[in-house]
């Protein structure tokens, strides 16, 4: 009996996941997808987009056999998190505190990327260096004119995915009208694998930690503002950049970190509110393509990890006379994901919400709230639970 087939579109970090999940499942499965080859590594310097990757997905990424792969010279754990509100409130997460030796590590995409690739190549898994173009029953066409078969056909092909829109899954999309800037820094002091956050009404700062380099030490920004100002300092010539921010980062932390200096090329990203149906007949999709949230909580790549893992499940458990492109199948994925997806939508655009506001009582309100949550240890384990992924 031949085994089922599988075509993953999109090589990014939750196509290569899923493209070697669900060979290691016992599928025969295929990628197609620009096969862009990392960067060779440098210890000074680092891939300007960092995740805060979760126990849970840092457990997933284990059981695919891609940890281990990486350089663990470049992971960084993170021990403790700091969250600061805007009129006093300060919320102090440990990691000990839920029994755990770290909240997250934070990992460089290129680094993922690599390991992943890697793996793919080992398993021999047939990669087309293609695109999707559409898609006619079981039958995906790329832009070459290759034609290709699959049972399902699995989108981790991004926010403006193609197999999304070819399969007619419903999608609803709603801009913040933020964009997120970012950058790595060098701190004049030491980070202490500390993550650090501050909600400045307007805006959300993060300061996430990463290896020392020559420099100094070193953290990666992470700064969602209104467009129009991000807009405005990406604009500046790049030595008045550097100053202008510089000077608001000392003004947004209180030097928490003592000098801050600008150490790489700063970029920026449009934020959205998305989410799909996630599902069709024969198809399914992950991560990105499926949905996206605020970064405020950094859980977007775990969110589309999770994703990957509850496919490769549902695929699992399946009933033997089913394929795994029946509706019936990719239903139960879509619901088993719905509870995550829809809590993590709610947690991250209620607090984007209520940090917006600049009424007073509503100012007075939500950082009483951190200091009452700072002084509960149940209510700091369910905190760092959730942020676990556990």
Known sequence: MSKESVLVCGSGIAGLAATLGLTRAGL??????????????????????????????????????????????????????????????????????????????????SEMERALQQAVQVFGISWHPE????????????????????????????????VRTAAGIHHESRPYGDIGLVVHLTAELPHQHIALQWFTGDSVLALLPLPDTSQGHQVSMVWSMPQDDARELMAMPELQRNIVLETRLAA???????????????????????????????????????????????????????????????????????????????????????????????????????????????VWGRNAGMRFVDRLPFMKRMLIGGASGK
């Open 252 to 362: 947004a932390t209180g030097g928490r970190l003592g000098v801050l200096k600008v150490r790489s090329t700063l970029s920026g990203f449009p934020l959205f509110l998305e989410h799909s149906g996630m599902v069709a007949p024969g198809v399914a999709l992950v991560s990105d393509a499926a949905h996206r949230v605020h970064p405020l909580a950094g859980q977007g790549l775990n969110l589309g990890l999770a994703d990957v893992d509850g496919l490769i499940q549902a695929v699992r458990d399946k009933e033997a006379f089913r394929s795994i492109g029946d509706l019936r199948v990719l239903s139960r994925y879509r619901r088993a994901r719905a509870e995550p997806i829809m809590a993590m939508r709610i947690a991250t655009h209620g607090l984007h919400g209520l940090f917006a506001s600049q009424a007073a009582p509503v």
């Open 28 to 109: 025969d499965v295929s990628l197609i997808g620009p096969q862009v080859v990392p960067a060779p590594v440098s210890s000074e310097t680092y891939c300007p987009r960092v995740y805060a990757i979760s126990a849970a997905s840092q457990s997933f990424l284990d059981r695919l056999g891609v940890w281990t792969m990486m350089d663990s010279r470049r992971l960084t754990p993170v021990e403790t998190m700091e969250v600061y509100g805007d009129g006093g409130g300060a919320l102090h997460l440990h990691a000990w505190q839920a029994a755990q030796t770290t909240l997250a590590w934070i990992v460089e995409a």
């Open 131 to 162: 695109k999707f173009q559409r898609m006619e029953s079981r039958t995906i066409f790329t832009d070459t004119g290759r034609s290709l078969k699959a049972d399902l056909l699995v989108g981790a092909d991004g926010a403006k995915s193609p």
